[in-house]
């Protein structure tokens, strides 16, 4: 019953503020999820690529399933057939293998370029130059199988505050100075378990939360 509990405190939390609750359910077992979904609520976000395949054949498909981590190539042509939203692409190259196994599928697929905002090494993600250059039209109008629905950014994994609402900043800043010019442009996914209260005072409009639903996470051998 917590995990419920749990979905229904953040709701209240953001009640009225338009922002949208992802919960973040890699390494969970089927039956935690169950317990959610029975309740009501229906968008998972997965890390893995096997673990989300295989929770997806497993449970209802009126589900919303959104990957977040780190997204190879070679596998997309896995998730291409039912994945409602890719948090993580970062690189043109993943972008347009999207776009064809998209293609394949006879699907749009909604995305989220990830820029890269962190002060440390583990975090991956493009430059904000990069960002610019793959949301020029001509770039775009090659990739009719794609639709970059917004952006997503990972802070430094630290407790300083001010460092990470400085990181939040910087990337709802450069969200403002391009949405004019691309009206898709409607998500912006920042905030996890830690961080998410800072996240939606800074303009998040869609937080993934995971270890504040499920509890701590289960590592995968």
């Not at 347009?96 to 990830?114: H, S």
């Not at 250059?133 to 009719?144: C, T």
């Not at 994994?157 to 910087?170: G, P, S």
Request: glycine share 6%; proline share 2%; with cysteine.
């Amino acid at each position: 019953m917590a995990i419920v509990e749990n979905i229904q405190f953040i709701e209240k939390e953001i009640a009225g503020k338009d922002i949208t609750l992802v919960a973040v359910s890699k390494t969970k077992p089927v039956e935690m999820l169950m317990e959610a979904y029975n309740a009501g609520f229906k968008r998972f976000g997965e890390n893995y690529v096997q673990e989300l395949v295989g929770k997806y054949e497993e449970m209802p498909k009126d589900i919303e399933w959104h990957f977040i981590g780190h997204l190879q190539s070679n596998k997309v042509k896995y998730i291409a057939p039912f994945v409602s939203l890719i948090h993580s692409v970062d690189s043109f190259k993943l972008l347009q293998e999207i776009n064809k196994q998209g293609a394949k599928n006879n699907r749009v697929i909604d995305c989220l370029l990830q820029i890269y905002i962190a002060e440390e090494d583990t975090k991956s993600g493009m430059t904000e130059e990069e960002c610019l250059e793959i949301l020029k039209p001509e770039v775009l109008g090659q990739l009719s199988n794609i639709k970059i629905a917004g952006l997503m950014g990972m802070t430094t994994l630290t407790d300083d505050e001010v460092q990470i609402r400085k990181e939040f900043k910087k990337l709802k800043d450069f969200y403002n100075s391009i949405i004019s010019e691309n009206s898709s442009l409607q998500i912006l996914s920042m905030g996890m378990s830690g961080d998410y209260t800072i996240a939606i005072e800074e303009g998040s409009t869609m937080i993934r939360v995971g270890s504040k639903i499920f509890g701590e996470r289960i590592y995968q051998k």
